[in-house]
Structure formats: structure tokens, C-alpha cells
């Protein structure tokens, strides 16, 4: 049987957090809470020191129809509520995975770190929906473990559960797990052309592919074109995903 204790993995074992740590936090929540009201996307905080949620945005994607404060409440025991059984081993994996990769890092490059994973929940009226789940450390302890991580929640480009990568501020390589084969691979991280990045910053503002043409004086087959090779390498099937991905992977 699966417990809340197996999110909580060894290699991050926090104990007790020395005084001046603690001052160092204590004001950083309202600058989480000033982010949250300025996105669509929801955010919470962890405290891995007492195995649960510090803060919950009012963001409703990640609710599934409570309150911020009742999804604090109930902490980890949301997971077990809410997410598809294979889902939830799968969540057990990642956080098993992620923490032995990042015992691996040098303890100066930890805060760097980012890992990016999907996973289904079951909304307020019973939909299971795919959300994309990054999250960040933002406190460590004197040895270099996690304390206190913010994640934040979108809703997912991709089709399926999994997609584990890990990315470090600064640095065009990405990490990506193979559930399959068990193990991290380097890849680089997707780049964009200028012409692509200009469609897509146009096609945000709503504009038709008869105007994004007239906008960057080309004929619209070539901004077809374009958008072709760009739902390719994104690996998407229309501009709504292509737009979501690059946001989401700060690629515009």
C-alpha cells in the first residue's frame, strides 16, 4: 500500500532548520502570493520539513472545487484523492528519481534546478485532465537538501503522464528520464527561430495568418510554412498547443 511517507524520499531527509535559516524565510510568501495573483497558473509551496503544504494559490486548475485553504489542509493526501492510481505511482517514481538526481549536484547548483513532469487529476466534476507540474527549490538546509520548494501548475501540451526532464538555469542542455530503460539522458533544449518566434509572438496577439503575413511582409504559404516547421519541432498539432508549449518552456 502506498503511504504519504513514500513522497518523502531518504535522500531528502530534513531535520531541524537552524534559527537563522528560519528569519531568512520568514517574508517570502508574500512575494509568492503577489506572483500567484499576476498568472493564470497555480502555485503552492512545500515544506519538506514538516511533509506538507506551506501555501496554496486560489487558482482554481489545481483545486479540483475546494479552497486554497481545504487543499492545504488535506496536504499530500490530495494526490491520494485525486490523482489516477498509475499516475500516482508514477509521482512516487519521479520524486524518487529527481531527489537521487539532485544529491548528484554539486550543492552550489542545486537552487539552479528545475524539474518539469505531467500527471492526471480528476477535476470537480470527475474529467481527468493532464497538468504539467514544475517545481523549484527555493530554500536549502546547511547540507544542501531541499527545505521548501514552489510548484507550479498548468495545464499539459503533451499526451501523456510522464515527460520528466530537468532543466538548469543558464544552460542549453536538458535532462530527460527514460521510465523504460531507468535513466537520465542529456539532450539540448529546443531552439526557436526568429521567424518562428515572431509568429508566435504575433499569433498570441490573435492575429490570422492572412495578417501575420502582411504584418512581417511575406506571402501567407510562407507563414504556413512556418508554423509547419514549428508544430514539428515542438511536436504539436496546432498553434493554441505551440503557443502553450513555448510559454511553458520559455522558449518566446
Known amino acids: 500500500m502506498t503511504y504519504t511517507k513514500d513522497f518523502f524520499s531518504f535522500e531528502n531527509s530534513v531535520g531541524e532548520i537552524p534559527k537563522g535559516s528560519q528569519e531568512q524565510a520568514l517574508d517570502y510568501l ?9 498568472t493564470y497558473k497555480s502555485i503552492y509551496v512545500i ?27 488535506m496536504g499530500y493526501a490530495f494526490y491520494f484523492k485525486y490523482v489516477i492510481k498509475s499516475d500516482l505511482d508514477l509521482l512516487i517514481k ?9 544529491d548528484r549536484i554539486p550543492l552550489e ?9 505531467d500527471f492526471h487529476i480528476k477535476n470537480q466534476e470527475g474529467k481527468i485532465i493532464l497538468i ?27 499526451r501523456q503522464a510522464g515527460n520528466i526532464k530537468i532543466y538548469k538555469k543558464g544552460n ?19 531552439k526557436l527561430s526568429s521567424r518562428e518566434k515572431e509568429i508566435l509572438q504575433l499569433s498570441i496577439r490573435g492575429l490570422t495568418i492572412k495578417e501575420i ?5 511575406v506571402s501567407p504559404d510562407t507563414v504556413k510554412f512556418h508554423r509547419r516547421k514549428l508544430f ?8 493554441s498547443e505551440a503557443i502553450m508549449y513555448a510559454t511553458n518552456n520559455k522558449l518566446i
Open 132 to 158: 504539467n507540474q514544475k517545481l523549484t527549490p527555493m530554500f536549502l538546509t546547511e547540507n544542501g537538501k531541499i527545505w521548501k520548494a514552489v510548484c507550479i501548475v498548468s495545464l499539459s501540451t503533451e
Open 30 to 38: 508574500e512575494a509568492i502570493k503577489a506572483f500567484s495573483r499576476a
Open 47 to 73: 515544506d519538506y520539513q514538516k511533509r506538507g503544504f506551506e501555501y496554496v494559490s486560489d487558482n482554481p486548475l489545481f483545486l479540483c472545487g475546494h479552497t486554497a485553504d481545504e487543499i492545504k489542509e
Open 232 to 239: 514539428d519541432k515542438l511536436e504539436v498539432t496546432n498553434i
Open 213 to 217: 503575413a502582411e504584418s512581417i511582409y
Open 94 to 102: 519521479i520524486n524518487k528519481v529527481g531527489f537521487e538526481f539532485y
Open 172 to 190: 542549453h542542455k536538458i535532462f530527460k528520464y527514460n521510465l523504460d530503460g531507468d535513466f537520465w539522458k542529456a539532450d539540448e533544449k529546443i
Open 109 to 117: 547548483e542545486r537552487k539552479e534546478h528545475t524539474i518539469s513532469y
